[in-house]
């Protein structure tokens, strides 16, 4: 994978990147609900939802990295939540992941200062467990974490 770039998503791969996330919901067997329009609407809106880099080998997306700022008063300082990283079966196993999110830091590093990276990965997912671990990422002992969504979620924001 000598040949693949990582480079930020711009407004025409947005379709590439749709393809890139919903092959990794296939992959975890989870619901892919982000159509296309939301996801223009999340990155273009008033304030952006995301940023996201690809992996290119050519015309073909290889990777992608999906992330948002996040803030923590323990740490004084932002981070990067990173949703959703992906990589092809082609490529697993080149490092490509590990490029995929030090692309990722960088990038949030310069837009918002970002120090550190925080991610969710599933119980169910020995291999990405290992991954993660093998790159320094380790459980955040006493914290669990917890959502809110759907009709509590609109219940929630309708009481402000």
């Keep these: 994978m000598d040949d693949v770039t990582i480079r930020p998503v711009d407004e025409a791969d ?4 749709d393809r890139a996330l919903r092959t990794l919901s296939d992959d975890l067997g989870d619901t892919h609900r982000a159509t296309l329009d939301a996801l223009r609407k999340a990155w273009f809106g008033p304030c952006p939802a995301f940023h996201a880099m690809l992996a290119l080998s050519g ?6 990295a999906m992330f948002s700022p996040v803030f923590s008063t323990v740490r004084g300082m932002p981070g990067l939540y990173v949703s959703d990283l992906w990589v092809s079966d ?6 490509l992941g590990r490029r995929l ?3 990722a830091s960088a990038r949030a590093g310069a837009l918002w200062g970002a120090g550190y990276l925080r991610l969710d990965v599933y119980d169910s997912s020995p291999e ?5 671990t093998k790159l320094g ?3 955040m002992e006493g914290q669990r974490t917890l959502a809110l969504s759907g009709a ?3 219940k929630l924001k309708g009481e402000a």
């Design 90 to 95: 082609a490529a697993r196993g080149s490092g």
């Design 14 to 17: 947005l379709p590439m990147l």
């Design 137 to 139: 990422l380790a459980p």
């Design 128 to 132: 990405a467990i290992g991954f993660y």
């Design 59 to 64: 015309d073909t997306a290889q990777g992608a």
């Design 101 to 103: 999110l030090a692309a």
């Design 152 to 154: 509590g979620f609109d």
